[in-house]
């Protein structure tokens, strides 16, 4: 069922119900009153820091609900409040089922922000970032999400920070972490080194429209590709994990199998540059006797060294990479029209001897595979476009086999790229079908010791080294005598200095503090001078769940008991933003920390969820475009009720979610109609109030029943499944629609008290997820005393659920022809629907006109007809 168009709907009850209304006044005089009700509760909250804290040595079954952690920025956005009202509702209803229920809140708080305003506004940046942390922990606090502070993480705290340094030296010590020179990715306007993962369509993921420059640095870098295959595999255990996130991972990793073949260079000195082999990676080294160019990316080391002796060459090579650069930009890489140069050197087909021309192409990308490819147009499509536009021979070498061998085609139509073939104009290899030619080729290809049979992957190992300031420094020494010498365990936290000139001038700007650089060598006691780089904030948030479990442990990051009670974690949500950065960091993370003896799990996360943009105009808010829904200004005129009801009733939490002002206004005046039906009809000092209720309820009040069991068993079976949120605000709306309906009935007694009562407790309940504040006050007005929060959810009894069935007579024109069944409280239109799809009345009035329709409700139909 497509989500209902809730302002309209809304608004349109809204309407029909203030015609109703007998009294403006008394309206006015229950009009519900957020700010009151809301602060009043937001006071007694702060006096009870532990009410969301999670039991230790609990016997109860724990649940572990997390939202990712916040950069702090100063200011909370919609697409937060969205994240964080999903978990919180989710926590809140497995509190209320008796879990042990750990929603902890943390600060991804390194980062280059915070060292850009200290550089624009002079403020420290530790001084920037904490008291932004204290205005977005207010906001929460305000908007009423049920975290437990006690295990609040704050990444720049050294004794968060000194952990990431201690697993550092252990991944150090394990060869996971290592120290080599080699072109980077570098952002002039971070100034810094970007990760892969950070780089989008060739531009920086902070900064996108800044094309990423290359340059060649001692880094140091994770040994995360010792990994790929083991991140890819456990992609298929992570069912409860969307597919989208799972395909972009998959595609991240990009395994792939194949050959790789050494190409010499033609006509090379043997006393030439080191640089004399072209290997290529291929997937189909059974087509290499039909290879008639090699292609380079414009980067290659190669083409530099062919283009250094020739101008010409110098400068349509730039060409390609300014084209190539382009096509980044734009995203569209894959589409680029493809261009190349001959270099007018040649290579050697290893497998023949032949010389094939060196081509230079914009269409080869020097971080994919080695760089170089064997182009074989025959039998690729890319290839053989290029081979038509530049006019390069064209040799068939693979023919089709079909069932029938009468049937091959000595000429198929080309490009013919499918393995259903066997080779041709192949030398000792001719006859083999493909897949036996790229076994024995590959073979043949080590045995002669010019290529050999391999695995590759897309996924680089990670970059972590950073120059800038505001991060972890990475515990390392140099010494002129011993090298690089790691920073021994005993004295960890190697501590950021505090006072700092971070004028961005490029270079990392600790290499200024003469009292952090110089230091003593452990080893030899001489003097060594500090790493200056920082780590990438990535490290940070790469294991913070894990330091929840036991935030203030000063002798481990965690300890492994407590770990192993509460991982993995039971449903983690965020934006699908993070799919490849932090969700592939942090699988990586946990597998190196399972192999250092930390933890037992292979995976951080048995459930993900991945929530949709917040929009407002059909755009992403941003302060650019002036379309910013703030937080604040919804509290200050809705409530933080409404805000969070809203935000989870406007859409399906996965899809996208535009922002209509009138449909918080709608959710405001839902929420004061449940406030003033509860303020007419809480009666908790009747007599009856908490006795059980009658089995033998009058029709009205047994209608009233079942719509009561069916909105609980909906909002269950939504928490439980699909999590169509939107769905499960609409059917407690139904429910209060049904209260007001059944007023008069109130009025005249006809509604038994405990069933009145029960009615409006479950309303409460099943509220309580969404909308905290209001339902802590009817609770109270219900003459409830105990946690709402730790209040049973309320159960549903299918029997009282389920649909009661009348059979009604249907008469033609006053006769009796027929019988259907309908539920007993059917509209009349859909009572018409039934009688008139019935096969006996359809056929007897066939034909016919129908005149009138006649419904006498529970009783009979009647149709005339002439
Ligand atoms: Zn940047
Ligand atoms: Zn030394």
């Not at 943009?613 to 009720?641: H, L, W």
Request: glycine share 6%; aromatic share 10%; proline share 7%.
């Amino acid at each position: 069922m497509p989500p209902p168009d809730n302002s309209e709907t809304i608004t349109a009850t809204a309407n029909a119900r203030s015609s109703r209304l007998p009294d403006r006044e008394r309206e006015n005089d229950e009009r519900y009153d957020p700010q009151r009700v809301e602060n009043k509760w937001f006071q007694l909250w702060q006096q009870d820091p532990s009410l969301y804290a999670a039991e230790a040595d609990s016997t109860k079954k724990k649940y572990y609900v997390l939202e990712m952690l916040p950069y702090p920025s100063g200011v909370l956005h919609m697409g937060h409040v969205r994240n964080y009202s999903i978990g919180d509702a989710l926590a809140r209803y497995m509190w209320m089922n008796g879990y042990n229920v750990l929603h902890p809140m943390g600060w991804d708080s390194f980062g280059l922000p915070a060292e850009n305003a200290a550089i624009s506004a002079n403020v420290p940046p530790r001084q920037w970032t904490l008291s932004n942390i204290a205005n977005m922990k207010a906001q929460m606090k305000r908007l009423g999400f049920a975290y437990d502070w006690s295990r609040e993480v704050t990444t720049c705290f050294p004794e968060y920070y000194r952990w990431n340094q201690w697993f550092f030296l252990k991944f150090h010590e394990m060869g996971l972490a290592y120290r080599k020179k080699s072109k980077v990715n570098w952002c002039p306007k971070c100034a810094t080194v970007l990760a892969n993962e950070q780089v989008v369509n060739g531009c920086c993921w902070r900064h996108q429209s800044t094309p990423v420059e290359q340059r060649e640095l001692e880094q140091w870098f994770l040994r995360i590709t010792k990994y790929a295959d083991e991140l890819l595999r456990d992609l298929d255990k992570l069912t409860d994990w969307p597919e989208k996130v799972r395909t972009m991972q998959r595609n991240w990793i990009g395994r792939s199998e194949g050959t790789l073949v050494d190409f010499k260079l033609a006509n090379t000195k043997s006393d030439a540059a080191a640089a004399s082999t072209i290997s290529v990676f291929t997937t189909r080294v059974d087509t290499i006797f039909g290879a008639t160019s090699v292609q380079l990316a414009p980067q290659h080391p190669i083409v530099a060294d062919l283009a250094a002796k020739n101008p010409d060459l110098r400068a349509k090579v730039d060409q390609l990479i300014a084209e190539q650069r382009k096509a980044k930009e734009a995203g569209d890489i894959g589409e680029i029209e493809k261009h190349g140069v001959p270099t007018g050197s040649y290579a050697i087909n290893p497998f023949n001897g032949e010389k094939v021309p060196i081509w230079v192409a914009n269409y080869i990308l020097m971080d994919y595979g080695t760089g170089a490819i064997m182009s074989v147009p025959a039998h690729d499509e890319r290839d053989y476009e290029f081979a038509k536009k530049y006019n390069i021979e064209i040799r068939l070498v693979i023919v089709p086999v079909g069932d029938d061998p009468e049937e091959t085609v000595a000429e198929p139509p080309l490009p013919f790229t499918t393995m259903n073939g066997s080779l041709v104009n192949s030398g000792p290899f001719s006859g083999l079908t493909c897949e036996e030619g790229v076994k024995k080729m590959s073979a043949h290809a080590e045995k002669s010791g010019f290529g050999k049979a391999t695995v590759t992957y897309r996924l680089k190992d990670w970059g972590i080294s950073r120059q800038r300031y505001w991060g972890t420094p990475i515990p390392m020494l140099y010494c002129e005598k011993d090298g690089i010498v790691p920073v021994p365990e005993k004295d960890l936290p190697v501590i950021l200095p505090e006072n700092m000139d971070s004028t961005l001038t490029g270079g990392s700007p600790l290499g200024r503090v003469p009292e952090f650089v110089i230091t003593t060598c452990p080893k030899c006691g001489g003097p060594a001078r500090r790493e200056t780089d920082t780590m990438d904030t990535f490290v940070d948030s790469s294991w913070y769940f894990y330091r929840y479990t036991d935030a203030h442990n000063h002798r481990a990051p965690f300890d492994r008991e407590i770990e192993e009670y509460w991982f993995p974690i039971d449903q983690y949500i965020g934006g699908v933003e993070h799919a490849i950065l932090h969700l592939i960091y942090s699988r990586f993370w946990t597998k190196a920390m399972r192999d250092l003896g930390l933890i037992k799990n292979d995976e951080p996360v048995a459930r993900l969820f991945t929530q949709g943009m917040v929009t407002y105009q059909g755009a992403a808010m941003s302060k650019s475009r002036g379309n910013v829904v703030s937080p604040d200004e919804m509290i200050a005129r809705f409530g933080a009720d409404a805000a969070r009801l809203y935000v989870l009733f406007a859409a399906p939490p996965d899809r996208d979610l535009d922002w209509q002002d009138s449909g918080i206004e709608g959710i405001q005046r839902f929420l004061g109609r449940v406030y003033r039906f509860v303020l007419r009809n809480a009666r908790p000092d009747h007599p009856d109030w908490r006795k059980q209720v009658p089995g033998d309820l009058p029709l009205q009040a047994r209608v009233l029943q079942r719509k009561l069991h069916q909105t609980i068993k909906r909002v269950s079976d939504d928490f439980q499944g699909r999590w169509h949120f939107n769905t499960c605000v609409s059917a407690i709306m139904e429910l209060v629609n049904a209260l007001y309906g059944a007023e008069e009935a109130i009025a005249k007694n006809s509604i038994p008290s405990p069933l009145l009562a029960e009615v409006q407790r479950s309303l409460v309940l099943l509220l309580a997820p969404f909308a905290p504040f209001i339902s802590h006050e009817l609770w109270e007005m219900l003459g409830e005393k105990g946690n709402l929060l730790k209040a049973p959810w309320p159960k549903y009894d299918a029997a009282l659920a389920k649909e009661e069935e009348i059979e009604v007579p249907v008469q033609i024109n006053g006769k009796l022809r027929s019988r259907i069944v309908v539920p007993a409280d059917s509209a009349e239109d859909f009572v018409f629907d039934h009688a008139l799809a019935d096969e006996k009345i359809r056929s007897a009035i066939a034909g016919k006109q129908i005149v009138k329709k006649i419904h006498i409700a529970g009783k009979l139909v009647n149709i005339v007809v002439k």
